[in-house]
């Protein structure tokens, strides 16, 4: 394998892997919150119980995310060093930040797990408050990185040397907002939306009880509100794409040719050989409507660029059209249960619904990946966009297919181990007893 | 006057310092729950177990502060050194996986009410693995094995191999074992503190003979640095580490044994320093000198600002989570008043 190629493969896989327990790390901790103060306000211990059933899968999910993450900082070095070596004075600080928003996630994790001997009910729910709030932030901090690699600022190159660094332009570059609005929304939601899959499946396999109704609204509540701001902020990005960085909409959109009153194009496979897409669904001039509020608006497409600076948009619109596909799934999903929710109030006599919920929880997840996977390959080849080619920044190191190896194994192990654990054991959603989930060990 | 590069590799020396006296005893866990031994083997192993629980997330923060602090502040070391150090750093990652992954299964296994062998072994295993690979890292960048031309690693895949760096990993797997025991028997009560009383001070000898071991292994594979060992503040480093081991020794002897958990984290933490004083001015000895690695001055203001934000949330927070949970290593029992 070449090595740059397995840099990337590496790279690639190393941040996939990542990104579901990260993302689980960023919406529990939203969930845990409601529960706790719910149950503390209310009294109602249903809701206890829904936040105090899911600490022992979250001790694994975090413990996953935690080592995936030391992981990624090490192949930054490992796999990146050139690229480090020039962006680590600007790209530094939020990584510094995110340093210590992990380390409060991680301390107030610990106490919210271990701590339901030592500390009282109100100090448990206090917790979860810096819990919640440094999760978001880490997911803020990590996307500020990679926001500035899409519009780099902060910095100014005369022949080939930096100067005129500002670390706060560097992290508050022009694309860092509506990222980290963006992907921050894009966990919760996805997090509420695999919850609610959990609890309906339980619901169908085993009636549904008050405690899995109350959860169930619960996560299709946290769901719900977070999809509008998706849609909001995924135009935004949309909108902010075709004016900083048109190659990765054109891509995004299998857009070729240059012109005004773009057609939207809905699946298909693009061809960058003969410039057309085939099979896909055309819809004259949403494109331009999207992206420039202006049926008539001009979008720059692919063939503007020289061939070796054009994202490949086989590896981009596919991804691209599956989030925007999961999206008006799980829209409609949340649309048919609130509908029935507030028609007739009984959502778990219906087994289509529940099964539908079943069908969409995965599907926040998926989006969240793809949209990371569009960013990515939307950006190719550069590593910072217009300054640093992915090869200019890999290591010079040969024998990283071996590495790649290594942690393919390494990878495919712990996502096993997992598996394992978490299948065999009780799931979370099974109604149970208090004292059956006993003290032991 | 101390420049602010300065200032910034002393911060960096204190991640590390946290990383070792912190993630050491964690490793150190690991470590001796493969050598639990006599008649308390099985209570030596819980305890251990239970007192990693709360706290391994936080203790391997730390890494990750090391990491961060390298590739903001000194950006071209980061490169350097993560490109000439690639084998050992991949081993101690993987070992980092299997170990925080081995360790969360086995505490859901437990819950759950099934313990998996195989997870513990890996749990063991890598527990030794990871804190011999960082070790041999650290020490080869004062090996003089890593050379650099125009900024770019002349090294070879395995340069980071020799006697020199040997006695380094394994100096780094004493400090681990050495700080285990010490930190427990704060923690524990009766014949279960007897034991890792023993063995604290039996990892004590081991690290004072590797690390005294060290100094003739410098001569001959490592002249460079051991050059520096005489200069008046490593020598002022060693003598402090020495009398700490020494002290901590006497302190565990006379079952001071509150005190000895602070003169052993300050043991190591003066061996680490004894080992930044010979380093300095450099970050790779006689190749990189901490100004040449460092970033912009922009970038060193913004390290220093952030910096007591961060000290102001972390220090109340991290004191928190150890006072929580203080006491008996079981966190399901309540903390018990330790009289030491």
């Excluded at chain 1, 397995?6 to 579901?20: D, E, K, V, W, Y």
């Excluded at chain 1, 899409?150 to 860092?176: D, K, Q």
């Excluded at chain 1, 006599?349 to 990515?376: D, K, M, Q, Y």
């Excluded at chain 2, 031994?37 to 890494?63: C, D, M, Y």
Aim: charged share 15%; hydrophobic share 55%.
């Amino acid at each position: 394998m070449d090595n740059v190629l397995a840099a990337r493969a590496l790279m690639g896989l190393s941040l996939g892997f990542h990104i579901i327990y990260a993302t689980i790390g960023i919406g529990l901790p939203l969930m845990l919150m409601i529960a706790e103060g719910i149950a503390l306000r209310t009294g109602n211990e249903l809701y206890r119980q829904m936040a105090r059933r899911w600490i022992r899968p979250a001790g694994l999910l975090f413990a996953i995310g935690a080592v995936s993450g030391t992981v990624l900082s090490f192949e930054l070095g490992l796999l990146w060093p050139r690229f480090m070596e020039f962006s680590g004075p600007m790209i530094g600080m939020p990584f510094w930040m995110e340093g210590y928003a992990f380390f409060t996630e991680a301390i107030f994790l610990a106490l919210y797990i271990y701590g339901e001997q030592r500390l009282s009910r109100r100090a448990l729910f206090l917790c979860t408050i810096p819990l919640t709030l440094s999760a978001a932030l880490s997911a803020v901090f990590v996307i500020s990185a990679n926001s500035w690699m899409n519009t780099p600022a902060g910095f100014t190159l005369e022949g080939g040397i930096l100067t005129g660094v500002s670390p706060l332009a560097a992290m508050l570059n022009p694309a860092f907002a509506h990222q980290a609005v963006h992907g921050t929304l894009a966990a919760y939601a996805a997090t509420a939306f695999g919850m609610a899959g959990i609890y309906a499946l339980a619901m169908l396999r085993r009636g549904a009880t008050p405690y899995l109704k109350r959860a169930l609204v619960l996560a299709m509540a946290v769901g719900t509100c977070s999809l509008p701001l998706m849609l909001v902020s995924g135009d935004w990005a949309a909108a902010f794409l075709a004016r900083n960085q048109p190659a990765k909409l054109a891509a995004a959109e299998a857009h070729f040719e240059t012109m005004a009153g773009a057609p939207l194009i809905v699946g298909g496979w693009p061809d960058p050989e003969t410039g057309e897409v085939n099979f896909g669904f055309k819809v004259p001039k949403l494109l331009s409507l999207l992206a420039f509020k202006d049926p008539d608006g001009v979008v720059k497409g692919l063939n503007d660029y020289p061939p070796d600076e054009r994202p490949d948009p086989r590896l981009v619109h596919p991804f691209f059209d599956l989030m925007v596909g999961s999206f008006f799934l799980m829209a409609l999903a949340a649309a048919w249960f609130w509908w029935r929710t507030w028609r007739r109030k009984d959502v778990a006599a219906n087994r289509r619904l529940l099964w539908f919920l079943v069908l969409a929880s995965p599907f926040g997840l998926i989006a969240l990946e793809c949209g990371w996977l569009v960013t990515e390959f939307g950006r190719q080849p550069w590593i910072i966009q217009g300054v640093m080619k992915v090869g200019a920044g890999a290591t010079p190191n040969e024998s990283i297919g071996l590495v790649f190896a290594v942690f393919l194994v390494v990878y495919i192990l712990l996502t096993g181990g997992l598996m394992k654990m978490l299948l065999q054991a009780e799931p979370p959603a099974v109604d149970s007893p208090a004292g059956r989930e006993g003290r032991h060990g | 006057m101390v420049s602010l590069t300065d200032l910034a590799a002393g911060a960096l020396l204190l991640g590390l310092i946290m990383y070792a006296t912190f993630g050491g005893a964690d490793f150190g866990g690991g470590i001796w729950t493969t050598l639990a031994s006599g008649p308390r083997k099985q209570e030596q192993r819980e305890s251990l177990f239970h007192a990693i629980g709360p706290v391994w997330e936080t203790n391997h923060v730390w890494l990750i502060y090391v990491v961060v602090v390298l590739f903001m502040v000194f950006p071209k070391a980061f490169a350097a050194l993560f490109t000439a150090l690639l084998t050992p750093l991949v081993i101690a990652l993987v070992g980092i996986n299997f170990r925080g992954a081995a360790f969360a299964f086995r505490h859901f296994g437990r819950q759950t009410g099934r313990d998996v062998p195989l997870i513990a072994r890996s749990f063991e295993i890598s527990s030794m693995l990871t804190p011999l690979a960082l070790g041999m890292a650290v020490t080869a960048i004062a090996g003089g094995e890593i050379r650099l031309a125009a900024g770019r690693v002349l090294a070879g895949p395995w340069d980071w191999i020799s006697p020199f760096t040997i006695v380094g990993g394994m100096i780094g797997l004493a400090i681990c074992a050495y700080l285990a025991p010490i930190y427990m028997t704060v923690r524990t009560r009766g014949e279960l503190r007897e034991d890792f009383r023993r063995r604290g001070m039996v990892a004590a000898l081991v690290l004072g003979v590797l690390t005294t071991l060290e100094i003739p292994v410098a001569l001959l594979d490592a002249p460079e640095f051991a050059a520096r060992l005489g200069l008046p503040r490593t020598l002022i480093c060693i003598a402090l580490a020495v009398s700490g081991g020494t002290v901590t020794e006497v302190l565990l002897w006379r079952r001071r044994f509150l005190a000895a958990q602070i003169g052993a984290g300050a043991t190591v933490a003066f061996t680490l320093a004894g080992f930044a004083a010979a380093l300095y001015p450099d970050l790779l000895l006689g190749q990189l000198s901490i100004v040449a690695a460092a970033a912009p001055r922009p970038t060193l203001v913004a390290f220093f600002t952030v910096l007591p934000f961060g000290v102001i949330i972390l220090a109340p927070s991290l004191f928190y989570l150890y006072w929580t949970f203080r006491g008996s290593p079981d966190p399901e029992a309540p903390p018990e008043d330790f009289r030491v």
